[in-house]
């Protein structure tokens, strides 16, 4: 392109541009910088002329927004794997120039599987890679999506969006769960087999599952262990019992057998059942049908409240028994205790009783004490040393034939009757 003016001295200029292209509306982003000649020339002749070169650079405004480099991105992770772990990186271009051009990246507000989707990811703000906050659970969920934001620093600023997939592959971190028969503790299940079963017939199936996908949740079955190893055998991938041969009466009429089932995962996870059978035709043919296995935490646990309950009662009754010999103790306790020897209260006494005082029935040269054993209301009476100076000793009573003893106690006859009478008066009123 060429510019030519007239001046005041009639010289020409022309300027020179560097492109070929018309200038029409500057774009920074497809041309920053220009180089224009400006040549002077006069009318002489011949002409004479000079040039001059001028730089243009072209100022940028922020009129681009950022953009990713991919339309989607896809991560792909392994379950239960470590809280920091990367997954995977977006980037994002903005042509615009120093800040209008500098991209920041973050996460948009959203859920995943009912919690926010800043539990589960984030992004490095400067370089746009993407990290798991927690461990992740094939089970739980398999595959999430994430929207990334990438905003330049303009004024205003401009931002675009991108979608982030996040995969999660599985790992054999499950064992087979059998749902039938029920596992131990749960139930017990006795299977019929019918004494005329011919071999190959259908006795019970092992129905399992695995929560885990793929080859890892592909399960096979074996039995372990069975009361009779030639009698039944097990579908390796169908689970079904069936009987290898023709039941004959010498067989057990209880079979127990034991399956079990493993997935194909590396390392392989495996589980164990129970399968109980009973060859009959009906319940009534077995006299007694008993539990064929043996629940040893069951066992214990019937030990412990036998135990208990023996312990509870024996408590008790040895209670009952000291309840009962105090109660008897105290009724055979003495309502009345003596100390030493005690006269007898008048109302102990007989109606015919005199004082001796010499004024009633005995002479006062016979007067006596009467005396009961300390704690006893049933004692006898114990006469003592008479008050009378007269009254023979024992020795020389002894002496004495007892017709030596008839006068001097022919005047005391009735006395000794009136003693005697008081004393079976007390006896009688004491019983």
């Known amino acids: 392109m060429e510019i030519s003016e007239s001046a005041e001295k009639g010289n020409r200029f022309s300027i020179e541009e560097a492109h070929d292209a018309d200038i029409g509306q500057l774009d920074r982003e497809l041309v920053s910088d220009y180089n224009i000649t400006i040549t002077a020339t006069d009318e002489g002749s011949p002409p004479l002329s000079s040039s001059k070169t001028v730089q243009l650079s072209v100022a940028d405004i922020n009129d681009n927004p950022p953009v990713f480099e991919e339309q989607s991105y896809s991560a792909y992770v ?19 120039w120093r800040q209008n051009g500098t991209v920041v990246y973050s996460l948009l507000p959203g859920e995943v599987n009912g919690a926010s989707v800043s539990s589960y990811l984030s992004v490095n703000g400067d370089t746009g890679v993407i990290h798991a906050v927690r461990s992740f659970d094939y089970e739980q969920f398999r595959s999430f999506k994430v929207h990334v934001m990438a905003r330049d620093n303009g004024s205003p600023p401009l931002s675009s969006n991108v979608t982030v997939s996040v995969f999660i592959s599985d790992v054999n971190d499950n064992s087979p769960q059998i749902l039938y028969p029920a596992p131990e503790g749960n139930s017990f299940m006795t299977e019929l087999v019918p004494k005329a079963a ?27 262990k069975s ?14 019992i069936r009987t ?16 079990a089932v493993k997935d194909n995962g590396q390392p392989s996870l495996s589980a164990t059942c129970s399968m109980y059978l009973l060859i009959s ?36 009754l040895t209670f009952i028994i000291i309840i009962l010999g105090v109660r ?23 109606p015919n009783y005199a004082d001796v005082d010499g004024t009633g029935t005995l002479r006062s040269t016979y007067n006596y004490d009467a005396y009961l054993t300390t704690g006893s209301r ?5 006469f003592v040393t008479s008050y009378n100076d007269n009254t023979l000793p024992a020795d020389q009573t002894l002496r004495k034939s007892p017709s030596d003893f008839a006068d001097p106690f022919e005047d005391l006859e009735p006395s000794l009757e009136q003693v005697m009478e008081t004393a079976a008066s007390l006896s009688l009123y004491k019983l």
């Open 78 to 96: 392994t379950e239960n794997n470590k809280p920091g772990s990367t997954l995977c990186s977006v980037t994002a271009r903005d042509p615009d």
């Open 198 to 224: 011919h071999g190959g017939s259908l006795v019970s199936k092992v129905i399992a599952v695995d929560a885990d996908s793929g080859q890892n949740a592909w399960l096979s079955y074996q039995i372990v």
């Open 227 to 240: 009361t009779d190893p030639g009698l039944f055998t097990i579908g390796v991938h169908s689970g079904e």
């Open 244 to 259: 290898q041969r023709d039941i004959s009466e010498s067989d057990s009429m209880k079979q127990n057998l034991i399956v």
């Open 281 to 316: 035709d009906n319940l009534a043919e077995v006299p007694e049908l008993k539990d064929i296995s043996y629940d040893e935490k069951n066992s214990k646990l019937t030990s412990y409240l036998i135990i208990a309950l023996v312990s509870v009662s024996t408590f008790f």
């Open 328 to 350: 008897f103790c105290r009724r055979r306790k003495p309502r009345m205790l003596f100390d030493g020897a005690v006269a007898i209260p008048s109302a102990y006494l007989p």
């Open 378 to 382: 049933t004692s006898d009476f114990k």
